[in-house]
Protein backbone atom coordinates (compact mmCIF):
# COMPACT_ATOMS: atom_id res chain seq x y z
CA UNK A 1 0.00 0.00 0.00
CA UNK A 2 1.17 3.46 -0.97
CA UNK A 3 2.04 5.93 1.88
CA UNK A 4 -0.45 8.44 2.45
CA UNK A 5 -0.13 12.11 3.97
CA UNK A 6 -2.37 11.60 6.93
CA UNK A 7 0.67 8.30 8.03
CA UNK A 8 3.21 11.44 8.22
CA UNK A 9 0.38 14.15 9.82
CA UNK A 10 0.09 11.32 12.50
CA UNK A 11 3.68 10.54 13.17
CA UNK A 12 4.29 14.65 13.30
CA UNK A 13 1.91 15.12 15.58
CA UNK A 14 3.45 12.59 17.84
CA UNK A 15 6.92 13.67 17.69
CA UNK A 16 5.47 17.57 18.35
CA UNK A 17 3.20 16.14 21.50
CA UNK A 18 6.68 14.83 22.83
CA UNK A 19 6.04 11.38 22.40
CA UNK A 20 9.83 9.03 22.69
CA UNK A 21 9.33 5.50 22.25
CA UNK A 22 7.23 4.18 19.83
CA UNK A 23 6.60 0.50 20.73
CA UNK A 24 4.77 -1.51 17.60
CA UNK A 25 3.63 -4.84 16.27
CA UNK A 26 3.83 -3.34 12.46
CA UNK A 27 0.74 -3.14 10.18
CA UNK A 28 0.80 -1.42 6.74
CA UNK A 29 -0.63 1.83 8.16
CA UNK A 30 1.90 1.97 10.48
CA UNK A 31 4.10 2.05 8.33
CA UNK A 32 5.49 5.58 8.00
CA UNK A 33 5.80 5.92 11.70
CA UNK A 34 7.89 2.66 12.28
CA UNK A 35 10.03 3.79 9.57
CA UNK A 36 10.82 7.50 10.85
CA UNK A 37 11.08 6.13 14.33
CA UNK A 38 13.79 3.17 13.54
CA UNK A 39 15.79 5.81 11.55
CA UNK A 40 14.98 9.25 13.97
CA UNK A 41 17.91 9.76 16.76
CA UNK A 42 15.18 11.34 18.80
CA UNK A 43 12.44 8.25 18.89
CA UNK A 44 13.55 5.01 20.55
CA UNK A 45 11.38 2.30 18.62
CA UNK A 46 10.43 -0.47 20.48
CA UNK A 47 9.18 -3.92 18.38
CA UNK A 48 7.17 -6.51 20.21
CA UNK A 49 6.56 -9.80 19.69
CA UNK A 50 3.09 -9.24 21.45
CA UNK A 51 1.35 -6.25 21.75
CA UNK A 52 0.29 -6.97 25.59
CA UNK A 53 4.49 -6.26 26.03
CA UNK A 54 3.90 -3.01 24.60
CA UNK A 55 1.15 -2.00 27.31
CA UNK A 56 4.03 -3.00 29.72
CA UNK A 57 6.64 -1.15 27.87
CA UNK A 58 4.94 2.40 27.52
CA UNK A 59 3.95 2.09 31.19
CA UNK A 60 7.50 1.88 31.96
CA UNK A 61 8.49 4.75 30.09
CA UNK A 62 5.88 7.54 31.88
CA UNK A 63 7.02 5.51 35.11
CA UNK A 64 11.17 6.83 33.98
CA UNK A 65 9.22 10.16 32.61
CA UNK A 66 9.19 9.07 29.02
CA UNK A 67 5.95 9.33 26.66
CA UNK A 68 5.17 6.46 24.87
CA UNK A 69 2.85 4.69 22.17
CA UNK A 70 1.93 1.85 21.36
CA UNK A 71 1.19 0.85 17.58
CA UNK A 72 -1.08 -1.89 16.83
CA UNK A 73 -3.39 -3.33 14.21
CA UNK A 74 -7.24 -4.35 15.66
CA UNK A 75 -6.37 -8.04 16.27
CA UNK A 76 -3.75 -7.04 18.57
CA UNK A 77 -6.56 -5.67 21.51
CA UNK A 78 -7.43 -8.71 21.89
CA UNK A 79 -3.84 -9.92 22.67
CA UNK A 80 -4.05 -6.93 25.18
CA UNK A 81 -6.96 -7.34 27.65
CA UNK A 82 -5.36 -8.53 31.06
CA UNK A 83 -2.40 -6.33 30.22
CA UNK A 84 -4.68 -3.33 30.50
CA UNK A 85 -5.58 -3.79 34.29
CA UNK A 86 -1.68 -1.80 34.60
CA UNK A 87 -3.47 1.02 33.18
CA UNK A 88 -6.30 0.98 35.35
CA UNK A 89 -4.94 -0.13 38.60
CA UNK A 90 -2.12 2.38 38.42
CA UNK A 91 -4.12 4.80 36.47
CA UNK A 92 -1.03 5.31 34.11
CA UNK A 93 -1.72 7.80 31.06
CA UNK A 94 -1.78 5.53 27.75
CA UNK A 95 -2.08 6.30 24.02
CA UNK A 96 -2.63 3.96 21.70
CA UNK A 97 -3.00 4.33 18.01
CA UNK A 98 -4.83 1.47 16.09
CA UNK A 99 -5.39 0.36 12.48
CA UNK A 100 -8.54 -1.65 11.46
CA UNK A 101 -8.62 -4.89 9.75
CA UNK A 102 -12.39 -6.96 9.44
CA UNK A 103 -14.45 -4.26 9.21
CA UNK A 104 -14.61 -1.95 5.54
CA UNK A 105 -13.97 -4.05 2.38
CA UNK A 106 -12.67 -6.75 4.11
CA UNK A 107 -11.20 -9.70 1.72
CA UNK A 108 -10.42 -12.39 5.39
CA UNK A 109 -13.05 -13.34 7.28
CA UNK A 110 -10.72 -14.21 9.99
CA UNK A 111 -10.31 -10.67 10.36
CA UNK A 112 -13.98 -10.14 11.77
CA UNK A 113 -14.43 -11.97 15.02
CA UNK A 114 -11.62 -9.44 16.42
CA UNK A 115 -12.46 -6.53 13.97
CA UNK A 116 -16.15 -6.75 15.10
CA UNK A 117 -15.56 -6.24 18.54
CA UNK A 118 -12.34 -3.89 18.90
CA UNK A 119 -13.81 -0.53 20.04
CA UNK A 120 -16.10 -3.00 22.25
CA UNK A 121 -13.21 -4.71 23.83
CA UNK A 122 -11.01 -1.10 24.09
CA UNK A 123 -13.96 0.34 25.85
CA UNK A 124 -15.35 -2.51 28.29
CA UNK A 125 -11.36 -1.77 29.89
CA UNK A 126 -12.00 1.42 30.12
CA UNK A 127 -10.24 3.35 27.28
CA UNK A 128 -11.68 5.99 25.37
CA UNK A 129 -11.68 5.32 21.95
CA UNK A 130 -11.49 8.27 19.47
CA UNK A 131 -12.16 7.60 15.68
CA UNK A 132 -11.01 9.09 12.22
CA UNK A 133 -12.12 7.66 9.00
CA UNK A 134 -11.06 10.45 6.70
CA UNK A 135 -7.80 10.98 5.57
CA UNK A 136 -8.08 15.20 6.84
CA UNK A 137 -9.43 14.07 10.55
CA UNK A 138 -6.08 11.81 11.62
CA UNK A 139 -3.43 15.10 12.16
CA UNK A 140 -6.74 16.58 14.40
CA UNK A 141 -7.61 13.43 16.25
CA UNK A 142 -4.46 12.10 17.16
CA UNK A 143 -3.82 15.51 18.90
CA UNK A 144 -6.16 15.44 20.76
CA UNK A 145 -5.54 11.73 21.90
CA UNK A 146 -2.06 12.92 22.47
CA UNK A 147 -3.99 15.69 24.88
CA UNK A 148 -5.73 13.28 26.72
CA UNK A 149 -2.65 10.53 27.12
CA UNK A 150 -0.81 13.02 28.45
CA UNK A 151 -2.17 16.37 29.59
CA UNK A 152 -5.58 14.67 31.33
CA UNK A 153 -3.87 11.76 31.98
CA UNK A 154 -6.24 9.11 30.57
CA UNK A 155 -5.97 5.86 28.72
CA UNK A 156 -6.75 6.42 25.11
CA UNK A 157 -7.02 4.68 21.78
CA UNK A 158 -7.35 6.13 18.49
CA UNK A 159 -8.86 3.88 15.80
CA UNK A 160 -7.55 4.33 12.33
CA UNK A 161 -10.77 3.33 10.20
CA UNK A 162 -10.47 0.57 7.34
CA UNK A 163 -11.69 2.88 5.06
CA UNK A 164 -8.42 4.66 5.93
CA UNK A 165 -5.86 2.50 4.66
CA UNK A 166 -7.95 1.45 1.81
CA UNK A 167 -8.69 -1.58 0.02
CA UNK A 168 -6.27 -4.42 -0.01
CA UNK A 169 -5.24 -6.31 -3.44
CA UNK A 170 -5.19 -9.90 -3.00
CA UNK A 171 -5.56 -11.70 -6.20
CA UNK A 172 -4.73 -10.56 -9.92
CA UNK A 173 -4.02 -7.18 -11.34
CA UNK B 1 22.16 -30.26 24.76
CA UNK B 2 21.32 -31.48 27.84
CA UNK B 3 21.68 -28.70 30.30
CA UNK B 4 19.25 -30.17 33.78
CA UNK B 5 18.93 -28.32 36.98
CA UNK B 6 19.91 -30.71 39.23
CA UNK B 7 19.40 -29.06 42.64
CA UNK B 8 17.82 -25.96 43.87
CA UNK B 9 19.15 -24.60 46.87
CA UNK B 10 19.68 -20.56 47.07
CA UNK B 11 17.45 -19.10 49.85
CA UNK B 12 15.52 -16.75 47.98
CA UNK B 13 14.74 -14.22 50.77
CA UNK B 14 18.34 -13.76 51.71
CA UNK B 15 19.24 -14.07 48.27
CA UNK B 16 17.40 -10.80 47.24
CA UNK B 17 18.16 -8.92 50.28
CA UNK B 18 22.26 -9.36 49.63
CA UNK B 19 21.48 -8.31 45.82
CA UNK B 20 19.23 -5.13 46.73
CA UNK B 21 21.72 -4.02 49.47
CA UNK B 22 24.73 -4.54 46.77
CA UNK B 23 22.62 -2.05 44.50
CA UNK B 24 21.05 0.76 46.55
CA UNK B 25 20.55 3.29 43.47
CA UNK B 26 18.75 0.57 41.10
CA UNK B 27 15.00 0.79 39.87
CA UNK B 28 13.56 -1.88 40.59
CA UNK B 29 10.76 -3.47 39.29
CA UNK B 30 9.00 -7.07 40.34
CA UNK B 31 6.86 -9.61 39.00
CA UNK B 32 3.62 -10.45 40.74
CA UNK B 33 3.77 -13.13 43.53
CA UNK B 34 6.53 -14.28 45.97
CA UNK B 35 8.90 -11.95 44.27
CA UNK B 36 7.31 -8.72 45.23
CA UNK B 37 7.21 -10.38 48.97
CA UNK B 38 10.71 -10.93 48.81
CA UNK B 39 11.90 -7.23 47.36
CA UNK B 40 9.24 -5.58 49.94
CA UNK B 41 10.68 -7.84 52.88
CA UNK B 42 14.61 -6.39 51.91
CA UNK B 43 13.24 -3.13 52.77
CA UNK B 44 10.58 -0.69 50.91
CA UNK B 45 12.22 1.66 49.00
CA UNK B 46 10.51 4.76 47.21
CA UNK B 47 12.40 3.37 44.06
CA UNK B 48 10.47 -0.03 43.72
CA UNK B 49 7.59 -0.88 41.46
CA UNK B 50 5.31 -3.82 42.99
CA UNK B 51 3.22 -5.41 40.76
CA UNK B 52 0.17 -7.14 41.62
CA UNK B 53 -1.45 -8.91 38.56
CA UNK B 54 -0.08 -8.19 34.59
CA UNK B 55 1.54 -10.99 34.65
CA UNK B 56 4.34 -11.32 32.19
CA UNK B 57 4.26 -7.54 32.12
CA UNK B 58 7.74 -7.11 34.58
CA UNK B 59 9.99 -6.91 31.95
CA UNK B 60 8.25 -5.00 29.71
CA UNK B 61 7.76 -2.55 32.27
CA UNK B 62 11.73 -2.99 33.30
CA UNK B 63 12.22 -2.50 29.24
CA UNK B 64 10.83 0.80 28.93
CA UNK B 65 12.16 2.44 32.34
CA UNK B 66 15.31 1.56 31.78
CA UNK B 67 14.81 3.16 28.14
CA UNK B 68 13.27 6.43 29.47
CA UNK B 69 16.27 6.07 32.48
CA UNK B 70 19.84 5.13 30.84
CA UNK B 71 21.78 6.44 33.06
CA UNK B 72 20.02 4.60 36.37
CA UNK B 73 20.66 0.75 36.92
CA UNK B 74 17.09 -1.15 36.26
CA UNK B 75 16.55 -4.26 37.86
CA UNK B 76 13.68 -6.46 37.13
CA UNK B 77 13.14 -9.33 40.12
CA UNK B 78 10.34 -11.81 38.53
CA UNK B 79 9.77 -15.71 38.92
CA UNK B 80 9.89 -18.32 36.59
CA UNK B 81 6.14 -18.17 35.97
CA UNK B 82 5.77 -14.89 35.26
CA UNK B 83 9.22 -14.74 32.93
CA UNK B 84 7.28 -17.64 31.13
CA UNK B 85 4.47 -15.80 30.42
CA UNK B 86 6.08 -12.85 29.04
CA UNK B 87 8.62 -14.87 27.33
CA UNK B 88 8.51 -12.91 24.19
CA UNK B 89 9.65 -9.99 26.15
CA UNK B 90 13.18 -11.15 26.24
CA UNK B 91 13.31 -11.32 22.82
CA UNK B 92 12.34 -7.40 22.69
CA UNK B 93 15.63 -6.59 25.17
CA UNK B 94 17.27 -8.83 22.89
CA UNK B 95 16.38 -6.44 20.34
CA UNK B 96 16.42 -3.35 22.19
CA UNK B 97 19.76 -4.29 24.09
CA UNK B 98 19.52 -1.82 26.84
CA UNK B 99 22.99 -1.86 28.73
CA UNK B 100 20.86 -0.33 31.84
CA UNK B 101 18.70 -3.19 32.42
CA UNK B 102 19.16 -6.88 34.62
CA UNK B 103 16.57 -9.14 34.17
CA UNK B 104 16.34 -11.91 37.57
CA UNK B 105 14.34 -14.76 37.63
CA UNK B 106 14.15 -16.22 40.26
CA UNK B 107 13.82 -19.91 39.22
CA UNK B 108 12.07 -22.56 41.88
CA UNK B 109 10.92 -24.66 39.17
CA UNK B 110 7.24 -24.20 40.63
CA UNK B 111 3.99 -21.67 40.44
CA UNK B 112 4.43 -20.94 43.91
CA UNK B 113 1.22 -18.58 44.75
CA UNK B 114 -1.12 -21.34 43.20
CA UNK B 115 -0.16 -24.46 44.93
CA UNK B 116 3.65 -25.07 43.85
CA UNK B 117 2.60 -26.80 40.69
CA UNK B 118 5.65 -27.69 38.34
CA UNK B 119 6.38 -25.40 36.00
CA UNK B 120 8.33 -25.56 32.51
CA UNK B 121 11.42 -24.80 34.32
CA UNK B 122 10.86 -27.99 35.78
CA UNK B 123 9.71 -30.06 33.30
CA UNK B 124 12.61 -29.14 30.18
CA UNK B 125 12.81 -25.28 29.75
CA UNK B 126 16.53 -23.87 30.07
CA UNK B 127 15.16 -20.04 31.39
CA UNK B 128 19.47 -18.79 30.87
CA UNK B 129 19.18 -20.42 27.47
CA UNK B 130 16.44 -19.45 25.95
CA UNK B 131 17.65 -15.73 27.00
CA UNK B 132 20.35 -16.31 25.15
CA UNK B 133 18.56 -17.53 22.20
CA UNK B 134 16.26 -14.62 22.05
CA UNK B 135 19.45 -12.59 22.16
CA UNK B 136 20.75 -11.28 25.28
CA UNK B 137 24.03 -12.94 25.55
CA UNK B 138 25.14 -12.63 29.02
CA UNK B 139 22.49 -14.70 30.26
CA UNK B 140 24.11 -17.18 32.93
CA UNK B 141 22.40 -19.41 35.81
CA UNK B 142 23.24 -18.61 39.62
CA UNK B 143 23.55 -22.06 40.94
CA UNK B 144 24.86 -20.87 44.82
CA UNK B 145 24.59 -17.84 47.26
CA UNK B 146 27.77 -16.33 46.51
CA UNK B 147 26.54 -15.99 42.76
CA UNK B 148 25.08 -12.96 44.41
CA UNK B 149 27.99 -11.06 43.49
CA UNK B 150 28.40 -11.61 39.89
CA UNK B 151 24.87 -10.27 39.57
CA UNK B 152 25.54 -7.08 41.15
CA UNK B 153 28.34 -6.24 39.39
CA UNK B 154 26.41 -6.56 36.33
CA UNK B 155 24.21 -4.41 37.65
CA UNK B 156 26.79 -1.64 38.33
CA UNK B 157 28.38 -1.84 35.10
CA UNK B 158 25.22 -1.12 33.23
CA UNK B 159 26.95 -3.07 30.38
CA UNK B 160 24.09 -5.39 29.46
CA UNK B 161 21.01 -6.38 29.23
CA UNK B 162 22.47 -9.07 31.26
CA UNK B 163 19.68 -12.40 32.47
CA UNK B 164 20.63 -14.10 35.57
CA UNK B 165 18.34 -17.11 36.36
CA UNK B 166 18.92 -17.89 40.05
CA UNK B 167 18.12 -21.43 41.54
CA UNK B 168 15.85 -20.60 44.65
CA UNK B 169 14.77 -23.56 46.52
CA UNK B 170 11.16 -24.45 46.45
CA UNK B 171 10.21 -23.26 50.39
CA UNK B 172 7.73 -20.99 50.86
CA UNK B 173 9.24 -17.97 53.36
CA UNK B 174 6.14 -16.17 55.29
CA UNK B 175 4.14 -13.61 53.05
CA UNK B 176 5.43 -9.84 53.48
CA UNK B 177 3.14 -7.98 51.66
CA UNK B 178 4.49 -4.81 49.45
CA UNK B 179 1.27 -1.98 48.68
CA UNK B 180 -1.36 -3.10 46.34
CA UNK B 181 -2.60 0.58 45.70
CA UNK B 182 -0.99 1.05 42.25
CA UNK B 183 -1.58 5.01 41.89
CA UNK B 184 0.52 5.28 45.30
CA UNK B 185 3.10 3.42 44.08
CA UNK B 186 3.78 4.87 40.75
CA UNK B 187 3.38 8.44 42.12
CA UNK B 188 5.97 7.66 44.50
CA UNK B 189 8.40 5.96 42.58
CA UNK B 190 8.09 9.16 39.54
CA UNK B 191 8.58 11.30 42.97
CA UNK B 192 12.51 9.70 43.27
CA UNK B 193 12.90 10.64 40.01
CA UNK B 194 12.01 14.13 40.45
CA UNK B 195 8.89 13.53 38.37
CA UNK B 196 5.22 15.11 38.98
CA UNK B 197 2.38 12.69 39.75
CA UNK B 198 0.07 11.29 37.42
Same mark, same amino acid.
Given at each position: ??? !???? #??? %? ?16 ? +? ?36 ? &?????? !? ?17 ? %? ?9 ? $? ?14 ? !? ?13 ? /? ?19 ? !? ?11 ? #? #????? | ?18 ? @? ?21 ? +???? $? ?8 ? /? ?29 ? +?? @? ?5 ? $?? /? ?27 ? /????? +? ?28 ? %? ?15 ? &?????? #?? &? ?10
Amino acid at each position: MAE !QAWQ #KEA %FDVLLEGGVRQIAYVPDA +GHAYSIREAISSPEIQDVVLTTEEEGVGVVAGAWLGGR &RAVLLM !QSSGVGNCVNMFSLLENCR %FPFLTLITMRG $EYAEFNPWQSPMGRRT !QGVLELMGIRVYRAD /APDEVGEVVSAAVDSAFLAGE !QVAVILGQRLIGR #K #KWEGN | MSNAVTERRIERRRFVADL @LAGVPDALVVTGLGSPSYDVFAA +GDRD $ENFYLWGAMG /AAVPVGLGLALAQPDRSVVVVTGDGEQLMGI +GS @LGTVGAC $EP /ANLTVVVLDNGHFGETGMQRSHTSLGTDL /AAVAR +GFGIADSFRVENHDGVTGVIERIRARSGPA %FAQVLISAEEPPRVLPP &RDGVFV #KN &RFRAALGLAPF
